[in-house]
């Protein structure tokens, strides 16, 4: 595997630069959504706004909690973040970090780890309130990976490879979403649940659960923590779009193409925020035992058939 430390470094800090700008992407999608403006004061129609919490974030004065453990408190934003940043290293372009063949392999497994910072976040803050909120949002995770991983695979026997490349040269005649439509939108609604969005925010959307497993942290360890999440949309906005689209071509027209679509599938989040109202968590977590896993079982088996007939 071929390793720049350039290349590393220069996308890494498109990472970050770019979720700060989806924040303002979100909040100007909701301010319409809401007929309201949103961000408007800072630079040029708010445009700077993004730099300016951020600086204001860092600034800030931890809130150190006393009662809390120390190490496994400021390691578990930093711990979130470095695993977002891992599944960023699976970038598919001209510039590519490294190459793997085993590349979907690795982002089921960095996709597991992610529940560790959750968890450890939650506990090491020692409060009742976000041991609860982790407790759910972990239990939300898990729940949903199966699903996840289930959709993924049914992807994957129609390829045959376990590398995007492979998914990519596939789709050359028909895409994947047009043959797999029912696990296209199966697949967007366990993603805006595996990262944790509204209305399937239920860490942090109920009373007793104040702001959930964050709420002991401020300042920097916050904002580790919603870069972290954040840089997770943005990467499974780009994986739906080499699964289901076709990915990136070499040529101008399948760049811009392909990041057209994942900017439409990342606004995807922002417009089920702002239009959905938030569910029960035992009707959340019914719909994923009861009603997406037998689902996708049945979608996996005929995946399965089909690639076996055409061994045949």
């Given amino acids: ?15 970050l630069l770019s979720v700060a700008f989806f924040t303002l992407f979100e909040r100007k999608g909701l301010g319409y959504i809401q007929v309201r403006k949103g961000p408007n004061k800072v630079g040029y129609l ?18 150190g909690v006393n009662a809390s453990n120390k190490g496994p408190y400021y390691f578990a934003p930093g711990l979130s973040l470095i695993l977002s940043l891992c599944l960023w290293s699976l970038y598919w372009s001209g510039f590519e970090i490294w190459y ?6 690795f982002f089921l497994c960095i996709s597991a780890l992610n529940v560790y910072g959750t968890m450890i976040s939650g506990w090491a803050s020692n409060s009742k309130y976000s041991l609860l909120g982790a407790l759910r949002a972990v239990a939300q995770t898990i729940s949903y990976e199966v699903s996840l991983f289930l959709l993924l695979l049914s992807v994957i026997c129609l390829s045959g490879k376990l590398d995007f490349g492979s998914i990519v040269m596939f789709q050359n005649r028909f895409w ?6 029912p696990v296209f939108f199966m697949w967007l609604l366990v993603c805006v649940a595996e990262t944790n969005r509204a209305p399937f925010d239920f860490a942090e959307g109920e009373s007793e659960l104040v702001s959930g497993f964050n709420i002991e942290y401020g300042g920097g360890l916050f904002a580790l923590i919603f870069l972290a999440e954040y840089a997770s949309i943005l990467f499974m906005s780009m994986v739906t779009c080499v699964l289901f689209f076709g990915g990136m071509d070499s040529d101008l027209f399948g760049s811009v193409f392909f990041w057209l679509s994942s900017v439409m599938v990342s606004f995807f989040f922002i417009w089920v925020r702002g239009t959905f109202p938030r569910l029960r968590y035992d009707l959340l977590m019914s ?13 996996l088996v005929w995946g399965v058939s089909f690639k076996f007939l055409s061994v045949i």
């Avoid at 994947?176 to 439509?181: F, I, Q």
């Avoid at 719909?287 to 979608?299: A, G, K, Q, R, Y």
């Fill in 1 to 15: 595997m071929k390793v720049s430390l350039l290349w590393m470094v220069i996308c890494y800090v498109c990472i």
């Fill in 46 to 63: 708010g445009v700077i706004q993004p730099l300016a919490d951020a600086l204001k974030l860092f600034m800030k004065e931890e809130s």
């Fill in 100 to 105: 793997m063949s085993l590349a979907i392999m």
């Fill in 176 to 181: 994947n979403m047009v043959l797999l439509l």
């Fill in 287 to 299: 719909l994923t035992w009861l009603s997406l896993l037998p689902v996708s079982l049945l979608i």
